[in-house]
């Protein structure tokens, strides 16, 4: 589901540099916005599984028969809802038995949605699912015409401070990778809203319950 930019460049950082990285975001999610139409045509497996610059974020083993491909925004209500409700039991059926590789990507449709994925990016690899799951939980708090305080509050729970916080949010280098990945689906996948779900290829609109989720995995697992 798309949304609207929720804060303005001044209201999202503070400090120079990182009011530059707002007025960069501003400007670069107004172009991805007219791209998000292109593109649709058949997947390449071997390109859908090209990581970006700052790596993969999975779930599972990479052997799995089955992989899935989310790709979300923070500020997305129905991604919310897709990890707090069906992700839960995927991983418990799927993913923790080895029939599942889920990879998960950045698709922020607004600046708030971005600087959450960067605190994400920013925090030890191993709390960057826990900081998805605290942040789409708690996402009502944060995304807001004011976000910075209520994502401060997040972020000190996985150990940043004021400091790191603003240092996270004005790294050109994290956005840059985050961009890469967002632009890549929008023009090579026709990826326009999220959730967008490939699954061993397939393209997969919506926040998807665990049934629909299991009747487009069920076939790959038999013998």
Same mark, same amino acid.
């Given at each position: 589901?798309?949304?609207?930019?929720?804060?303005?460049?001044?209201?999202? !950082?503070?400090?120079?540099?990182?009011?530059? !990285?707002? /007025?960069?975001?501003?400007?670069?999610?107004?172009?991805?916005?007219?791209?998000?139409?292109?593109?649709?045509? &058949?997947?390449?497996?071997?390109?859908?599984?090209?990581?970006?610059?700052?790596?993969?974020?999975?779930?599972?083993?990479?052997?799995?028969?089955?992989?899935? /491909?989310?790709?979300?925004?923070?500020?997305? &209500?129905?991604?919310?809802?897709?990890?707090?409700?069906?992700? &839960?039991?995927?991983?418990?059926?799927?993913?923790?038995?080895?029939?599942?590789?889920?990879?998960?990507?950045?698709?922020?449709?607004?600046?708030?949605?971005?600087?959450?994925?960067?605190?994400?990016?920013?925090?030890?690899?191993?709390?960057?699912? &826990?900081?998805?799951?605290?942040?789409?939980?708690?996402?009502?708090?944060?995304?807001?015409?004011?976000?910075?305080?209520?994502?401060?509050?997040?972020?000190?729970?996985?150990?940043?401070?004021?400091?790191?916080?603003?240092?996270?949010?004005?790294?050109?280098? /994290? !956005?840059?990778?985050?961009?890469? /990945?967002?632009?890549?689906?929008?023009?090579?996948?026709?990826?326009?809203?999220?959730?967008?779900?490939?699954?061993?290829?397939?393209?997969?609109?919506?926040?998807?319950?665990?049934?629909?989720?299991?009747?487009?995995?069920?076939?790959?697992?038999?013998?």
């Amino acid at each position: 589901m798309r949304h609207p930019v929720l804060t303005t460049r001044r209201e999202l !950082l503070t400090g120079a540099a990182a009011l530059a !990285l707002t /007025v960069a975001l501003s400007a670069n999610f107004s172009d991805v916005l007219a791209q998000g139409a292109a593109g649709g045509g &058949p997947v390449s497996s071997e390109e859908l599984m090209q990581a970006g610059p700052l790596g993969e974020m999975t779930m599972g083993p990479d052997n799995a028969p089955v992989t899935i /491909v989310e790709y979300a925004s923070m500020t997305c &209500p129905h991604c919310a809802h897709f990890h707090e409700t069906t992700l &839960p039991e995927l991983k418990k059926r799927y993913i923790d038995t080895g029939k599942v590789r889920f990879i998960f990507r950045e698709f922020p449709f607004d600046p708030v949605a971005a600087g959450a994925f960067m605190l994400a990016r920013c925090a030890d690899k191993d709390k960057y699912f &826990p900081m998805i799951d605290m942040l789409f939980a708690q996402q009502s708090k944060w995304a807001v015409p004011k976000p910075i305080g209520p994502l401060l509050a997040i972020a000190k729970q996985a150990g940043f401070t004021q400091a790191t916080f603003e240092a996270c949010l004005a790294n050109q280098k /994290v !956005l840059e990778g985050i961009e890469w /990945v967002r632009n890549r689906a929008s023009e090579k996948f026709g990826v326009e809203s999220t959730p967008t779900f490939f699954i061993n290829g397939t393209k997969f609109k919506g926040a998807l319950s665990i049934d629909e989720m299991a009747k487009a995995i069920d076939p790959y697992l038999k013998s």
